[in-house]
């Protein structure tokens, strides 16, 4: 008994004698804890500062489309399933822009994968997406898919460019179907489509390539009739061609 209250009284002691130090918060430990709270806020603020707003991702896929820095397919990939689940959705000029980059990485298959992918998203594709569709087809050696897309366009109202109509006449000629793409060229003068030095430049590799250089040398003459800009590679391809077909007097003799 005499021990019980002993032990008690000592609890007594020991609970008034340090209830104060417990109930105080020392001068010290709230100096560092003000700190800790204040470093925590700092972090949280910077964390918040550093999220990428949409725009700024945005901005960032365009500079690196342009800058033509983007030659990573996985990375490019992820940027394309980002786009699609934003809200709201990027421009179209947006997608262009990444979907001609991977085009441009020659994953054409895969880009007419995604551009599928953006319709079964209910994004409708403008003519500028068509026109990167049409040229993935022509390097795929599709120019029949190409011409279908070209169909599809004109039904939707739009007018092709020359871009369009030069990427067909490549695809053509990538066939070694040289005279169709002669063809499609009068057709589109007929039209009122004026080629230009991409058009015939494409048909003269063409003809070049299958030994038809008096043909080749033929457009260029009647290039030159049409007062269209000429630069060296034109006269360089009949050159070579010259040379190939061991012509090298006439390819001496072709400024004369």
Do not use: W
């Not at 800058?67 to 689940?85: P, T, V, Y």
């Not at 000429?230 to 070579?240: A, E, G, N, Q």
């Amino acid at each position: 008994m005499g021990t019980t209250a002993k032990s008690t009284n000592s609890l007594a002691f020991f609970f008034n004698h340090y209830s104060h130090v417990r109930l105080s918060f020392h001068p010290q430990i709230f100096y560092y804890y003000r700190c800790f709270t204040a470093t925590s806020a700092k972090t949280t603020n910077s964390r918040r500062d550093n999220v990428e707003t949409p725009n700024q991702f945005l901005k960032s896929v365009r500079d690196r489309c342009r800058s033509r820095s983007l030659r990573n397919l996985d990375d490019a990939l992820g940027l394309f399933d980002r786009m699609l689940h934003m809200h709201p959705l990027p421009s179209l000029v947006d997608f262009t822009q990444l979907l001609t980059a991977i085009a441009r990485m020659k994953h054409h298959s895969t880009v007419i994968s995604l551009i599928k992918e953006m319709e079964l998203s209910g994004i409708a594709p403008n003519v500028y997406i068509l026109s990167v569709l049409i040229n993935c087809f022509c390097h795929l050696n599709r120019v029949d898919f190409g011409f279908s897309i070209l169909a599809r366009i004109l039904k939707l109202g739009f007018q092709p460019d020359s871009i369009i109509l030069n990427t067909l006449v490549k695809g053509l000629c990538l066939q070694g179907k040289i005279a169709e793409a002669v063809k499609l060229v009068n057709k589109m003068e007929k039209i009122g489509y004026k080629p230009n030095t991409v058009t015939y430049g494409t048909i003269m590799n063409g003809l070049c390539k299958i030994g038809e250089t008096s043909e080749a040398i033929r457009l260029l003459r009647k290039m030159e009739e049409g007062n269209l800009e000429l630069d060296v590679v034109l006269y360089s391809t009949i050159i070579d061609s010259l040379c190939k077909d061991r012509l090298v007097t006439e390819a001496l003799n072709f400024f004369l």
